[in-house]
Each structure stands twice: as structure tokens, then as C-alpha cells.
Nanobody, 125 residues
Framework: QVQLVESGGGLVQAGGSLRLSCAAS????????MGWFRQAPGKEREFLTTITWGGGDTYYADSVKGRFTISRDNAKNTLYLQIISLKPEDTAVYYC??????????????????WGQGTQVTVSS
């Protein structure tokens, strides 16, 4: 089992950047595929990006390609999401998630076994 804790959210002006972190407990973090999702008020949780256990494969939703970058440091049990050129429509709660079958990338929420509590990102215009 793994526990996930997101951090790094906050209030940012449009055009700014943020780096979100997701700290994982447990010694098996390096075995999990990881993903980032977000949920804006009144909307469904949205897939953003995913990375395999070793970081060799990544996949991005078309809506965030070029602005979002996922990475991981298995030695630190931490997942990252770098966001640049933030827009007001990026305002949402951002969640990280872990999938036990770590060798693949996963877009579907249902493929993930563990979720963090989320971190709020608010982008002002």
C-alpha cells in the first residue's frame, strides 16, 4: 500500500508556473505507474499525464501537451508536475495517483489504485 500527499499548489497569476509534488510513502513507489489528474468545480476529474515506474514512458492529454511535464525521482519517492504558462482554466484541485501495474501508462481513472487528497491550484487573470 502507498500513501500519496500532494503539495506545491497555490495562487498564481496567468502566465506563471508551478511545480507540484507528490510524496509517496512506502518502499514500493518505484514499482508504480503514476498519474496526475485535476478536477475543477462542477466538472469531472480529468486525466492530465502519466508515467511508468521507471520514468521511461510518459503520456499526456492533448490539452496539456507542451505546458505540463511529468517526472519522478524514485530515490526520493516523489512525483512531480511542472506547469508553465498557466491559464485561468487550469484552476482546479490537482491529484496524483498510483497504479500497481507499473510497466504501462494509464489514462483511465479506474486503472489507479491509490489517490492523494489533492492540492488546489488557482490561476488569476
Amino acid at each position: 500500500q502507498v500513501q500519496l500527499v500532494e503539495s506545491g499548489g497555490g495562487l498564481v497569476q496567468a502566465g506563471g508556473s508551478l511545480r507540484l509534488s507528490c510524496a509517496a510513502s512506502g518502499r514500493t513507489f518505484s514499482m508504480y505507474a503514476m498519474g496526475w489528474f485535476r478536477q475543477a468545480p462542477g466538472k469531472e476529474r480529468e486525466f492530465l499525464t502519466t508515467i511508468t515506474w521507471g520514468g521511461g514512458d510518459t503520456y499526456y492529454a492533448d490539452s496539456v501537451k507542451g505546458r505540463f511535464t511529468i517526472s519522478r525521482d524514485n530515490a526520493k519517492n516523489t512525483l512531480y508536475l511542472q506547469i508553465i504558462s498557466l491559464k485561468p482554466e487550469d484552476t482546479a484541485v490537482y491529484y496524483c495517483a498510483a497504479a500497481v501495474r507499473g510497466s504501462r501508462t494509464y489514462e483511465s481513472l479506474g486503472k489507479y489504485d491509490y489517490w492523494g487528497q489533492g492540492t488546489q491550484v488557482t490561476v488569476s487573470s
